[in-house]
């Protein structure tokens, strides 16, 4: 019982520390990202050592080219070159931030990888966090409801 109890502290005191929906991100992060106003945007959190990011990517990256939303990828590895010969390898099509110095994955704080957040007008409007079936297909039905 004790475990269980600690476990469910743990887990919603790490949610808690997560950018969550509604809340406004800060004005350093949103000059870095660059979002254009009244555009929805997908950022995609991924490292190349994520299982489920590798799969989740490939579909990430056709909802790009089917031109659905706009996709801003965040690679978390601590060397770039990891990240980049990430990217390479699966031929992605979308912009890739290198978050080197940690400041977009301190300051949305995914309590699991990927993540996906869903943000317009720098407000988070949805998070998704852990692997998904069918990521595309949720993604594009997602989009259609925000929009």
């Not at 004005?27 to 994520?50: G, H, R």
């Not at 601590?78 to 099509?93: I, S, T």
Request: hydrophobic share 40%; with cysteine; glycine share 4%.
């Amino acid at each position: 019982m004790f475990k269980k109890t600690l476990s469910a502290l743990l887990f919603s005191s790490l949610t808690l520390m997560a950018l969550e929906t509604g809340e406004t991100i800060p004005k350093d992060i949103q000059t870095q990202l660059n979002m254009e106003e009244d555009k929805v945007y997908v950022l995609n959190f991924f490292a190349s050592w994520c299982k489920a990011c590798k799969k989740e990517l490939a579909l990430v990256n056709k909802v790009h080219n089917e031109k659905i939303t706009n996709i801003i990828g965040i690679n978390v590895d601590k060397k770039k070159e990891e990240g980049e010969a990430f990217v390479q390898e699966l031929e992605l099509q979308f912009p890739v931030i290198y978050d080197e110095e940690k400041a977009l994955v301190e300051t949305f704080s995914p309590i699991g990888f990927p993540a996906v957040y869903y943000v317009k007008n720098n407000k988070v409007l949805h998070t998704i966090f852990g692997a998904v079936d069918n990521i595309d297909e949720q993604i594009a039905s997602d989009i259609k409801e925000i929009k």
